[in-house]
């Protein structure tokens, strides 16, 4: 066993080296092949800026970083609900029901995202969004809510791409959770379904009660999976200028011709959200597992 871990060590080691090897030889080819010159000493002040009134504040690459977190909580939140309803309408028993749900799910799999997020944007913030005046009514709402829609959603004269984005990113990613949930229903072996019934639990009690706990430990790297691919797939929305990430990376380097800089740090950043929400859906797999065995 210690030979072994030292092994995995000296790989892992290796590795390493072998990546910053990577990295050196691509930045001295960048520098050498393109005379590009390399300044990373500015990049820190579109992080954050000092301003005299409010102190540090978020500067353009944060800012795109804050609307990328809520924007992908958001979408996945809603997304997750309408995933679970998608799975349990697939596995219905009734045929409508399945038919339902097939027909969402094959159609909204195989419509590219990019298609999506134009056609959900001109028809709601077009159509629909502008007849219940969602920014109207929010510019003329007090402050607090004001700052509060700042926070949690969008700025007032924003808020309805904004809202078009986050419905558009629910139903595509609630397309792939629901055949998730599908396939982790499915997954509960026949015997605890004929157990259920054989107690006299009606359809609804037998999956709230015993399926849905079991297939859920079994959907949890799945849904972990979806949960970085929302993050990614946030991306998108820059094409109908929601200022996320990428939008203010695109803005930042037309600006400053730092393009080298500016799309590492951009990267970095989404490595950072994809990273940790890697490792919270690993640690509640493992302590979900505990809980089962214990």
Known sequence: MMQRRLRWGRLDTFLLLLLLGVLVLFGYRVEAGLEYRWNWAVIPQYLLRFDETNGWTANLLLQGLLTTIRLSFWSLLLALSIGLLAGLLRTST?????????????????????????????????????????????????????????????????????????????????????????????????????????????????????VLPQAFQKMIPPLAGQAISTIKDSAIVSVISIQELTFQ????????????????????LYFMLTFICSRLAGRLELRLRRSYLY
């Not at 700042?150 to 808020?159: K, N, S």
């Open 94 to 210: 009734l045929l409508f029901n399945r038919l339902l749900g097939g027909t969402f799910v094959t159609l909204l799999r195989n419509l590219p995202p990019l298609v999506q997020v134009l056609i959900f944007y001109f028809f709601l913030s077009d159509q629909i969004l502008p007849l219940l005046r969602v920014g109207e009514r929010l510019a003329d709402a007090p402050q607090w809510l004001q700052t509060a829609s700042a926070l949690l959603l969008a700025p007032a004269d924003q808020v309805e791409a904004f809202i078009a984005a986050v419905m558009t990113l629910a139903l595509f990613e609630g397309a792939y959770i629901g055949e998730i949930v599908r396939a982790g229903i499915n997954a509960v072996e026949i015997g605890q379904w004929d157990a259920a019934r054989a107690l006299g639990m009606r359809r609804w009690q037998l999956l709230r009660h015993v």
């Open 249 to 268: 990376g695109m803005e930042l380097m037309a600006a400053t011709y730092l393009t080298f800089e500016v799309w590492i740090s951009v990267t970095l």
